[in-house]
Structures are given as structure tokens and as C-alpha cells.
């Protein structure tokens, strides 16, 4: 797949990902046999010309499906909201049977929590369409200021691959006393930013750290920040 992808094929993608939010079946492209997709690796040379656009402020990541892929779009816009950079394409291929990792500007036990949300339910084959709906609609993708992810690199001698970790968040939406009784926690899908410099195996996956970030949180959902 090239690395640049068109407005038309992002629409197509983005189009394709939104018709399943109303899908009663799981969402079985987040598994090959016993093992669960963890993430995405982002090279780190496509990582610098993306940062360094001119008046780029705000880096943004949207999902996308197509041929029974789930897939990951990165472009930059600036601080009117334009685009301003390509369509960054990736079909994150990263299916492992665990993972884990150190602190960033998320304290090691709550990213820990919402990794293990991701892998338990993950494991067990209930990646569905609920995990993509919050208070303010079926998700787009997340928003990432860039002075925050560029936060992440300030250790490192040479440009790092950037993994963008998959990861669910527990909580209680709002609602009234007595529907607050009935509520268990709801679950929503996120990401964590990691900048990695790394030794891998023949099929690209994580093997080793030799020095890593910690985790960054994409925080800022997309609605309502799109």
C-alpha cells in the first residue's frame, strides 16, 4: 500500500468505517487466530516530514476500513484547521499475544488498566461497535496537539518509530440517580502515543525496547473535536 493515500481513497476508507457503527457483529479484523492487534507503528523518517510542516499545530489520526482491514490515517492541519500535509496511510499489523510498557505523561497504572481492558476483551473476541461509541457519537479518530507529542522525543538521539497503542478506556456516563444504579462502566476505544527506538523481529513487531518514551494520550476525540 503507498504511503500517501488520495482525498478520494480517505473518503472511501472513512466512509466504510462509519457504516459499521451500527454492526451487530464483532469486529473480528482486531484478531488473527489467538492473538489481538495492540497497535501501529509509525516509521520515524515519515514521523519527521510530518512534524516539520510549516505551521503545522495539530496532528490528526482517523480510522478507516477497507478490504476487511482496519486502518489508520495521520495528516496535519494548522491553527485554522486546514490541511496541510498528506494522508499518511498505515494498516497496522501488529497482532501479539500481550504487551506492556513504561510511564509517559500517563501514570504506569492507569495506562497498564486501560491496556489490559483492550487485551482482556480483545482476547475474547468482543471488539464490537459499542467500544467506538461515546456521549458524542461513533468515533472518527483523536486530534494530538503537536507541542504535547513532540514531548515524547526529547530523549532520544536519533528519530524514534512512533507506536500509537490501542487501548480502552473505563467509565460512567452521565445519566440520572436511578439509571446510574443499573450502570457497570462503559468502555471506549482510545490511543496512546509511545515514541520507541527498538530492535525488531523478522515481521516487524516489537522485541526488545532499547529506549522508550512512555505512554502520551490522545485525548482529544473525534466528534466532537474533529
Known amino acids: 500500500m503507498p504511503k500517501f493515500i488520495s482525498d478520494e481513497v480517505f473518503a472511501k476508507w472513512t466512509a466504510q468505517w462509519q457504516a459499521l457503527e451500527h454492526s451487530r457483529e464483532p469486529f473480528g479484523f482486531f484478531n488473527l487466530g489467538t492473538k489481538l492487534l495492540l497497535g ?3 516509521n520515524g523518517d515519515d514521523f519527521e516530514t510530518l512534524v516539520s510542516t510549516p505551521g503545522i499545530a495539530v496532528i490528526k489520526v482517523r ?4 478490504e476487511d482491514k482496519f486502518r489508520l490515517v495521520l495528516f496535519g492541519v494548522d491553527n485554522a484547521g486546514q490541511i496541510i500535509t498528506p494522508y499518511y496511510a498505515h494498516t497496522p499489523g501488529d497482532f501479539r499475544e500481550k504487551g506492556d510498557g513504561p510511564g509517559g505523561n500517563v501514570p504506569d497504572v492507569l495506562a497498564k488498566q486501560w491496556i489490559k481492558y483492550w487485551e482482556e476483551i480483545g482476547h475474547a473476541g468482543g471488539i464490537a461497535s459499542p467500544l467506538f461509541r461515546t456521549q458524542y457519537g461513533f468515533l472518527n479518530g ?3 496537539p503537536l507541542k504535547e507529542l513532540l514531548a515524547a522525543l526529547f530523549r532520544f538521539e536519533k528519530m524514534p518509530k512512533i507506536y500509537i ?3 480502552l478506556h473505563r467509565y460512567f456516563p452521565a445519566a440520572n440517580e436511578d439509571v446510574q444504579k443499573e450502570l ?3 468502555y471506549a476505544f482510545g490511543l496512546l502515543f509511545q515514541a520507541i527506538s527498538s530492535r525488531e523481529g ?3 513487531a516489537l522485541i526488545v525496547p532499547d529506549q522508550e518514551s512512555g505512554y502520551y494520550d490522545l485525548s482529544a476525540p473525534c466528534p466532537r473535536t474533529c
Not at 480510522?63 to 477497507?66: I, L, P, Q, R, V
Open 202 to 204: 523478522d515481521s516487524g
Open 184 to 186: 457497570s462502566g462503559s
Open 40 to 42: 501501529d507503528f509509525f
Open 63 to 66: 480510522f478507516g476500513f477497507d
Open 142 to 144: 483523536y486530534n494530538y
Open 165 to 167: 497503542r490501542f487501548v
